[in-house]
């Protein structure tokens, strides 16, 4: 112990500063000789040491000529104080991700219970409507109603609910729409290869469906989904045209790549926000066919986004989708053989382009290609992954969806 910082005050103004007070015999002599001002003892003792003391010293000895000196309690070093406050720069950073996590499942449910209760409102005005009546009848004939109605009543809520959920998620995360819903013009050339090669991995994974379908087929299980039916005439296509091709890509690229990944995009990062984004929307078909294919689609979706900045690409290859799918179903309807050739040809075409067009990306990007932009954390990806999966509202909105899985799956066994 250093006796030049040894204060005399501590135990009266008599007490011994000399080099020897810590030998025994005078520790004696201290108390017994010495008057030690027993109010500022008592006072000392009921008034520990504050929780940080910069200033214990833990290689003191209570021993060492204190006497009855105590050690402070609740100090800390400041290597401790040090690691205190890391964890809680950790648990600050986790909170924030599980709130804008909580913030996107209360929209996302918020869309279902606007789904569910306005179908309930509509659907009993889906009964069949005779289109006889009406001037283009001797051109497009009867129209069996009941079959197009509930994909447009099901277009219809979807642009509801999507639609209110995605200006909630936004709001509720304090940012305006253009921060989250970039449209802007991207080089058209390059443009066009992202959308290539987005379509050659798409098709990609369509073709891994249909092999799954195929093996599940062969233990007696048809891995399908809910068909209300085709529709039999020109204008039933129209529109059932608009309703599966047209709005999705429009309202579903709004939210998801829009309010979902936007929010969490400039929040936390490109990677946390390409991954959720992309789960919650095969979480959003809920049935087991769609779930597994619109997730990869949805990386595909997401990464289109991020980099050519702008939403639109995305709306472009969401809607060429589609539209390929509804086409492919009316040749399905009529000529099974042509919709084989079709489906086949298309997907070689596009297959074979998008690696000719990701390889030319590769030559002229590189390796910034697969660099995103995330912000500097202290946590470390799986950790934010983890902390915006893990919130409760999200929690909520996955058990619903993978109900509705199940609940689809055993209604059409």
């Known amino acids: ?23 025994p015999e005078n520790i004696n002599d201290i108390q017994n000789n ?16 504050p929780a940080y003391d910069y200033n214990y010293n833990p290689n003191f000895s209570p021993n060492q000529g204190y006497g009855n000196y105590q050690k402070p309690k609740f100090s800390i070093s400041p290597q401790d104080l040090e690691k205190f406050r890391e964890r809680q720069k950790l648990n600050q950073q986790k909170e924030n991700l599980a709130k804008t996590a909580n913030r996107i499942g209360l929209g996302l449910l918020l869309s279902q219970l606007i789904v569910i209760v306005g179908t309930f409102i509509v659907s009993p005005f889906t009964v069949k409507v005779d289109y006889s009546s009406l001037d283009l009848s001797d051109i497009l004939g009867s129209v069996s109603f ?39 013009r991207t080089p058209f050339v390059d443009t066009v290869k992202f959308l290539t090669a987005g379509m050659g991995f798409v098709f990609v994974f ?36 608009i309703s599966i091709a047209l709005v999705p890509p429009i309202i579903e690229e709004f939210i998801f ?59 472009i290859l969401h809607f060429l989708n589609n539209s390929i799918a509804v086409v492919g179903m ?50 470390n990806m799986k950790q934010r992954l983890i902390a915006l999966f893990t919130a409760p509202w999200l929690i909520i909105f996955t058990i619903y969806s993978i109900t509705m899985c199940f609940t689809t799956a055993f209604s059409l066994k």
Do not use: W
């Open 1 to 23: 112990m250093d006796n030049n910082n040894f204060n005399p005050n501590f135990y009266g103004h008599n007490a011994p500063t000399d080099n020897n007070f810590n030998n």
């Open 34 to 49: 010495n008057k030690i001002n027993n109010q500022e003892y008592m006072q000392y003792n009921q008034n520990p040491a």
């Open 146 to 184: 009941d079959v197009v109605s509930l994909y447009l009543l099901n277009a219809i809520m979807c642009l509801l609910g999507f639609g209110i959920a995605g200006i909630v998620i936004t709001k509720l995360n304090r940012l305006r729409l253009d921060d989250v819903l970039i449209i802007k």
């Open 206 to 241: 369509n073709l891994l469906l249909t092999i799954m379908n195929t093996n599940l087929s062969l233990f007696g299980y048809k891995n399908t989904m809910p068909d209300y039916g085709t529709p039999d005439n020109a204008l039933g296509y129209i529109l059932y045209f």
């Open 257 to 315: 790549r829009g309010a979902i990944l936007g929010s969490i995009r400039k929040l936390h990062g490109d990677t946390p926000a390409i991954i959720v984004s992309a789960a919650l929307f095969g979480l959003a078909h809920a049935n087991f066919v769609q779930t597994p294919v619109t997730f990869l689609t949805g990386l595909v979706l997401g990464y289109l986004t991020v980099k050519t900045g702008s939403i639109v690409p995305s709306m």
């Open 330 to 379: 009316f040749f399905q309807t009529n000529n099974q053989q042509a919709f084989l050739v079709i489906d086949v040809g298309i997907s070689f075409v596009f297959i074979v382009f998008g690696l000719i067009s990701a390889k030319s990306l590769i030559k002229k990007y590189k390796n910034s290609l697969f660099v995103m932009e995330n912000p500097p954390m202290d946590i």
